[in-house]
């Protein structure tokens, strides 16, 4: 049987969510000697085990806070990673979006996965005593994913006015990133659509240059040797392979602790970069959730790729043939 060659996306924050709440005891199986050991690690750091945070009922100021939030994702899209059959699948790349980058490096073999919790657990909980700055997602395609290039030079514009930065590009959305007063500021100034300009809660300004002090810690505390060549490509959040012959240990080390974490991560060029250079048969997204469906189809329309020129003809080729596979939805896991 010929594999079909599948890259693989894994989700950042804000994917866990009250929707996706008990998604490790759900699907967490196949991951279940290393979320055993996550929780060990957790009761010895006087944190609550993820298994019963998973079990618990959903709070906000619990469960979407950094140093809980992180690993719990971590340990769905692990679950997830480890449920795929490669007897059926040949994972030719590995990305992410924002906190996804640590998961891919992971699930790549640039770190172990317990050094993936690690990482994880360390930059999630950098900023437990008190977020500097936050986000705020906005839509810049209309419902039919067309751009409206008005309301883009607009909001280009604004986020210059208000000293904020571009945090993500992720399909048709802008995630924004500043201090709070940039923040309130873009918050009365852009124009209302739907629920949209949107805070996301308990989100910091991830990729901008107010986390400078971050990087500079990242870089004292995380241990440099972890790091090695990735056994799957990777592709980071500027559209860069990396190899798993000519990947530069100390520059992808350096990526990872300093670039990433004050440079704007283009998801948008991550996918790009990923269908143009490895013409997958599918992509993959992990859980949990499926928050990152719409914004990869966007990149796919955005491509034209496979024919693809509208929503439409994303939502009928999904309908009929799906392109992308999601494992935060029960009808397509089945599948993988």
Request: negative net charge; glycine residues 8%.
């Amino acid at each position: 049987m010929n594999k079909k060659r599948v890259i693989v996306v894994c989700p950042g924050r804000g994917s866990y969510t009250r929707e996706t709440k008990g998604y490790v005891s759900e699907f967490g199986g196949p991951a279940q000697e290393y979320i055993k050991w996550m929780d060990d690690q957790r009761v010895n750091d006087n944190c609550e085990p993820l298994t019963k945070l998973d079990s618990m009922p959903f709070r906000s100021k619990t469960h979407m806070t950094g140093e809980n939030a992180s690993p719990l994702i971590y340990a769905c899209s692990l679950s997830d990673f480890l449920s795929i059959d490669q007897t059926k699948y040949d994972i030719v790349a590995i990305t992410g979006n924002s906190m996804g980058w640590y998961t891919a490096l992971s699930l790549s073999g640039s770190i172990s996965l317990k050094n993936g919790y690690h990482l994880i657990q360390t930059m999630g909980s950098m900023m437990k005593e008190k977020l500097i700055g936050g986000q705020i997602i906005y839509p810049l395609l209309d419902e039919n994913w067309e751009l409206d290039a008005k309301i883009n030079s607009l909001v280009l514009d604004e986020i210059k006015n208000s000293d904020a930065h571009i945090s993500i590009t992720l399909g048709g959305y802008l995630v924004i990133g500043g201090t709070q007063r940039s923040l309130d500021i873009l918050l009365k100034k852009l124009p209302k659509n739907d629920n949209y300009p949107l805070q996301l809660p308990f989100h910091a300004a991830f990729h901008t240059p107010l986390l400078s002090e971050v990087s500079k810690k990242a870089l004292d505390l995380i241990d440099h040797t972890i790091f090695e060549k990735p056994k799957i490509p990777l592709i980071d959040g500027r559209g860069k392979v990396w190899s798993t012959i000519s990947t530069d240990i100390e520059e992808l080390m350096d990526y990872t602790l300093r670039h990433q974490v004050i440079e704007t991560y283009d998801f948008t060029s991550s996918i790009t970069v990923a269908i143009k250079e490895y013409c997958p048969d599918l992509i993959i997204l992990l859980g949990p959730g499926n928050s990152l469906g719409a914004p990869v189809g966007q990149i796919l329309t955005k491509n034209k790729w496979i024919g693809m020129n509208s929503k439409k003809d994303f939502i009928d080729l999904q309908a009929t043939d799906p392109f992308i596979l999601s494992m935060g939805l029960k009808e397509q896991r089945v599948i993988i």
